[in-house]
C-alpha cells in the first residue's frame, strides 16, 4: 500500500537552534526523525546592524505523527539523520576570523574607510600557545587608523575584539593591525631591547626606556626574559609607565 511522501517545511528564526525547535515542534517530530538543512546560517550583524534570520529545510523520515502497529515495530533511523547545505568544514577558529572580518569591516565602513582585510594566523610562540588570529588592513592613506604611537589602531582592535567576544559568546583572541605596522613595530623593539641591554651591561649601570603601551612594554621583557646578564623591570604609572633594564651586577643575580 503507497503513502504520500512526507513534505518538507522552511523555518526561519533568530538563530539556527530557534528554527529548528520550532520546525521540530510544528512537524510534532523528533531532532532524530528528521532531515535538517540549513538554507542560510544567518547573521547577528554588528550594533544591530545587518542582521538575517537563520533559515532551515526539515524533511520528515517518515509522515509526522504516524504511529507504527504494535507488531510491525518501527525500523531504526538511518545512521545519518542530519545534512547541512554543502559547505566546507568549519573549526571554531575559521568562525572566530570569518566574525572578526565581519565587525571590522563593518567598523571601516562606518569610519568611511575604504581598504581589503586580510585574516591570517599568527606563529605560535610554543607548542602550548593558541595563536591570534592577526587581521591586517590594506589600502591607501591608512595613516589615520594607526594614529600616534599605535593609540588609534589599540583602540580599533579593542572595539573589535570587544563585539566579536560578544558575537562567538567567548573570548576573542585576535590582532588588528595595519599594513604589517604592528609586525614591523615589534622588529623595532626586539632590536632596540637587545641594544639597551648591551649598552646596560657595557655601562654596568641601568637603562630605562620611554614610556610604552603594556603590549610593548610585554616585547621588551620578551625580547630579554633568556639574557642571564640583565633583567627587566616597569616602573611609573599610567602612561608613563616605562620599562627598565637593568645588568645582572646591579640586580643582585
Known amino acids: 500500500m503507497g503513502s504520500e511522501a512526507p513534505q518538507s517545511v522552511e523555518i526561519r528564526a533568530s538563530t539556527l537552534e530557534e528554527a529548528i525547535e520550532k520546525g521540530l515542534l510544528q512537524l510534532g517530530l523528533a531532532r532524530n ?18 542582521a538575517r534570520d537563520a533559515v532551515i529545510r526539515l524533511t520528515p ?3 509526522p505523527k504516524a504511529v507504527a502497529a504494535p507488531s510491525q515495530p518501527a525500523p531504526p533511523p538511518p545512521a545519518v539523520l542530519r545534512e547541512e547545505a554543502p559547505a566546507a568544514p568549519r573549526t571554531e577558529g575559521d568562525e572566530e576570523a570569518r566574525v572578526a572580518k565581519e565587525v571590522l569591516a563593518e567598523l571601516l565602513a562606518q569610519m ?5 582585510i586580510r585574516a591570517e594566523r599568527a606563529q605560535a610562540a610554543s607548542p602550548d600557545e593558541d595563536p591570534p588570529w592577526v587581521l591586517n ?5 591608512l595613516g589615520v587608523l594607526i594614529g600616534r604611537r599605535g593609540e588609534t589602531l589599540n583602540a580599533l582592535q579593542y572595539i573589535t575584539r570587544l563585539i566579536v567576544s560578544r558575537e562567538i559568546q567567548r573570548r576573542a583572541n585576535i590582532v588588528v593591525d ?18 639597551m641591554a648591551e649598552q646596560a651591561r657595557r655601562l654596568g649601570k641601568t637603562i630605562v626606556l ?20 640583565v633583567t627587566t623591570e616597569s616602573i611609573g604609572s599610567g602612561d608613563q609607565r616605562k620599562v627598565t633594564i637593568i645588568p645582572a651586577q646591579n640586580s643582585g643575580r
Open 137 to 141: 588592513i590594506q589600502g591607501a592613506d
Open 178 to 195: 595595519v599594513e604589517g605596522y604592528k609586525a614591523r613595530r615589534e622588529e623595532a623593539l626586539r632590536r632596540l631591547a637587545v641594544r
Open 112 to 116: 568611511k574607510i575604504k581598504a581589503t
Open 33 to 50: 526523525e528528521v532531515i535538517i538543512e540549513i538554507v542560510d546560517e544567518g547573521s547577528r550583524g554588528v550594533l544591530g546592524m545587518g
Open 210 to 229: 620611554e614610556p610604552m603601551p603594556a603590549n610593548e612594554r610585554r616585547i621588551i621583557h620578551l625580547a630579554l626574559r633568556d639574557d642571564q646578564s
Open 61 to 63: 523520515l517518515r509522515t
